[in-house]
């Protein structure tokens, strides 16, 4: 049996590393919710990271890093609505060749600047991202139960790790409550209603897309500046693929978003924590416990956890009649 600091410790990293997942999880929710597919979410988080890493080592200001990382992110989003809202191309391929684009870009540029076999110099101070003591933390850390958790799980994390969990009421609040989200969601389900009644589909489609390419950014900067303080060749592993998986098990709505991210998040901690885990009769090879969060991407792919409807108009380029 596993003592409670050491499950707190799993749900600490658990945390740690559901925060990007959920960040592009939310990302890939207003794309999409809008009617635009975006599988180049692995791409803006890869570029956003290098970026971010890259200026923040520059000029050793990790706020200067994120914005570069948010810039860099949005000029891909950018182009992604260029083609597939302006030009009405096709999304999925629009999305796969920003991928491509991010992959090779980041290790040019890195290899180009820093010389280091496509890696940045590790951050240091100010240049990357610190942990957050909440108020009351080391007092209550000797408190039985719940001193633990506030101190070790609540408290301790960089500030966009709370950022992440706020933007999931947040976005709820903004798709489900205000006129914009009815909008928004609107036109990713009948952007011909939308546009009978005069509001731009063109406008809310990219509007949805620039918000994208924001949280993207942001999460794409927490890896290289928060979770570790380096950008390195392929760091985002397949995040960003993860995180439509995640969305697909959330069926596009925030709070599921959260619990499929903490689980995303929850196994990537366990497969960090217990290499070859020992069940007594059998060990399980690292291998398979890394495998872990893409196994379970791809059954969620394949459909195993039953339906999920996208929103009708999704993937569909509008034209309007004339």
Not at 152 to 162: C, D, N, T, W
Not at 268 to 278: C, G, K, S, T
Request: proline share 4%; aromatic share 10%; with cysteine.
């Amino acid at each position: 049996m596993m003592d409670l600091l050491t499950i707190i410790q799993v749900l600490d990293s658990t945390v740690r590393l559901a925060t990007p997942l959920l960040l592009a999880c939310l990302a890939g929710l207003f794309s999409e919710r809008a009617g635009i597919f975006d599988i180049g979410l692995e791409g803006k988080m890869l570029i956003a990271a290098f970026f971010s890493a890259a200026i923040a080592f520059t000029t050793g200001s990790v706020w200067l890093g994120l914005l570069a990382g948010i810039g860099a992110s949005l000029a891909l989003s950018a182009i992604h609505g260029l083609a597939s809202i302006t030009f009405r191309g096709n999304q999925l391929i629009s999305g796969v060749a920003l991928n491509f684009l991010a992959s090779g870009l980041t290790v040019l540029i890195a290899q180009s600047w820093f010389k280091q076999g496509g890696k940045t110099p590790t951050l240091e101070d100010g240049a990357r991202l610190n942990e957050i003591t909440l108020p009351f933390a080391n007092m209550m850390r000797d408190m039985p139960l719940f001193g633990p958790i506030y101190s070790e799980l609540i408290s301790g994390h960089a500030l966009l790790v709370y950022v992440a969990m706020a933007a999931v009421p947040a976005s709820w609040w903004v798709l489900y409550r205000t006129r914009f989200g009815l909008r928004l969601r609107a036109v990713g389900e009948a952007p011909e209603a939308v546009d009978t009644a005069g509001i731009s589909v063109t406008r809310l489609r990219f509007a949805a897309v620039g918000i994208c390419g924001i949280l993207c950014g942001i999460a794409g900067a927490y890896m290289a500046t928060g979770l570790q303080p380096f950008f390195g060749k392929e760091m985002t592993a397949g995040r960003g693929y993860i995180a439509l998986a995640a969305l697909i098990f959330a069926k596009w709505r925030p709070w599921y978003a959260l619990g499929a991210c903490l689980l995303f998040g929850f196994l990537q901690a366990v497969a960090i924590r217990f290499q070859n885990l020992d069940l007594g009769f059998f060990t399980v090879p690292v291998q398979v416990m890394d495998a872990l969060p893409y196994i379970l991407t791809v059954v969620i792919l394949a459909g195993f956890v039953g339906k999920a409807i996208p929103p009708r108009a999704g993937g569909e380029p509008y034209v309007k009649e004339r």
